[in-house]
């Protein structure tokens, strides 16, 4: 806890944006213009436009990243060590490490939100209410996700060598959707977790784990160039120029 200008008590939370330079499948794209501005701006407002954190910062390897960053408010406390900037480190090593380097001695933050670069669709009110949400569970660690839509998971198939399909549920794939359990997919846009558990933990896949439901359309996590087509056009309807 620690007291705001105004001399209230709050929750120290700190987010911490993971995002380094060397993206495969579209080179650059932290710092590629998406409708405007560089991509990882919209989190980086994003976060400052919640209210909720103390300190706002991106854990990247990359110069170019970095003075981005800092020249739309985030903070830059140090260049992540590139043995953490590969193709196989996971990110919330990525997140712990950056909670280690601004509070080593475990006394400063409540709270950590891993929020993805690669989500720019997610609005400040979705982190306002993800935070509401995991401040009334009892939870360790809380994930946002989606609704699968018509592409239902129950009815996954294989295909073979022969192209012959088979159904990964057997038991399910006759069954109606609406008669088939929900399921969601994880979103890399909105992770809150405990710096405790974190820490204890090392991961946000903790057993004491909710998700947090986030609209699709504010959801989408952007991997491919297809992924960045549809986010413009569904953030240029969002603004009204389409």
Known sequence: MYKDQKGNNRFSCLAIIPARGGSKRIPRKNVLDFCGLPIIVYTIQAALKSGLFRQVIVSTDDPEIAEVSKQFGAEIPFIRTHSLAD?????????????NQI??????FNFIAQL???????????????FTQFRTEDADSQIS????????PWWAMKRDSRKMMHPIFEDRVKERSQDLPELFCPTGAIWWISADALRREKTFHCENKTGWEIAWDHGVDIDTEDDWNMAEMLMKNRNGLL
């Open 87 to 99: 193709d196989y480190t996971p990110v919330s090593e990525v997140t712990l490490d950056a909670l």
């Open 103 to 108: 509070d080593p001695e475990g006394t400063k």
């Open 116 to 130: 993805m670069s690669n989500c720019p669709l997610r609005t400040e009110e979705d982190i306002i209410n993800s």
């Open 145 to 152: 996700i989606t609704h699968y839509g018509w592409q239902n």
